[in-house]
């Protein structure tokens, strides 16, 4: 027993240094030199998808109830009808709410920000399929 001790030894380290091997990799640092901290997709997605709702909610679901329009039928959010007028991107969403077409209002930046109408268009791309 005590002649098997050694190779146990050697056996359980060398186990340990390929597992400590496999580890995640290190935090990268940024520009800044703070350590960067990996978040998962799924919960950077999930997130935004919460933001857009709730800032849909706010600003957009009065007149486009369930992705519909209320002011022009002829332009709901619905995918078919966005690709139909062209609009496949959040940037394309982003410009008619900066300068809409038919009855919509304008949404200037004072009134909401660069981040948060590229956040509810990519709600719109997301949910209104």
Excluded: W
């Excluded at 998962?40 to 486009?64: I, N, W």
């Excluded at 329009?69 to 991107?89: E, M, Q």
């Excluded at 209002?105 to 949910?127: H, N, P």
């Amino acid at each position: 027993m005590l002649r098997a001790f050694p190779a146990l030894c050697f056996i359980v380290t060398f186990a340990a240094s390929l597992l400590a091997g496999c580890a995640k990799e290190a935090p990268q640092k940024t520009e800044t030199g703070q350590v960067a901290v990996a978040v998962p997709v799924a919960t950077k997605s999930s997130d935004m998808l919460r933001s857009g709702e709730a800032l849909f909610k706010q600003y957009c679901s009065s007149c486009h109830p369930d992705g519909g329009n209320v002011s022009d039928p002829r332009r709901p959010l619905y995918g078919s009808a966005l690709k139909r007028n062209h609009i496949t991107k959040p940037e394309d969403i982003v410009k008619i709410m900066r300068n809409p077409l038919s009855r919509m209002i304008r949404f200037d930046v004072s009134t909401l920000s660069d981040k948060d109408a590229r956040i509810i268009a990519e709600y719109i791309l997301a949910t209104f399929k």
